[in-house]
Nanobody, 115 residues
Framework: QVQLVESGGGLVQPGGSLRLSCAASGSILRTYVMGWYRQAPGKQRELVATISSLHNTIYADSVKGRFTISRDNAKNTVYLQMNSLKPEDTAVYYC?????????WGQGTQVTVSS
């Protein structure tokens, strides 16, 4: 059984920082792409960032320069460091391993940016 457990969400003021973690267990291949997606109320789920097993990264334009995705292959863990947070970053954040179509998903963690 594959399971992804997320942590690190919470309430933060604009301009603040949060670090999300997602640890995977089960039959996970180290070659899988890992990523973060988010969904705000009333909006479609959108890609935030992805990282390959060789650490190539892709970021949504809205988070470039503020968010950093990283991974620890030995620990099957993906991270999302979020700096300079804005109210529009408020959403449920989901980690993904193996792609959005056929991969595995975390349970989601709420990130709220508000003063």
């Amino acid at each position: 059984q594959v399971q992804l457990v997320e942590s690190g969400g919470g309430l933060v003021q604009p301009g603040g920082s949060l670090r999300l973690s997602c640890a995977a267990s089960g039959s996970i291949l180290r070659t899988y792409v890992m990523g973060w997606y988010r969904q705000a109320p009333g909006k479609q789920r959108e890609l935030v960032a992805t990282i390959s097993s060789l650490h190539n990264t892709i970021y949504a334009d809205s988070v470039k320069g503020r968010f950093t995705i990283s991974r620890d292959n030995a620990k099957n863990t993906v991270y999302l460091q979020m700096n300079s947070l804005k109210p529009e970053d408020t959403a449920v954040y989901y980690c993904n391993i193996g792609g959005a179509t056929q991969g595995y998903w975390g349970q989601g963690t709420q990130v709220t940016v508000s003063s």
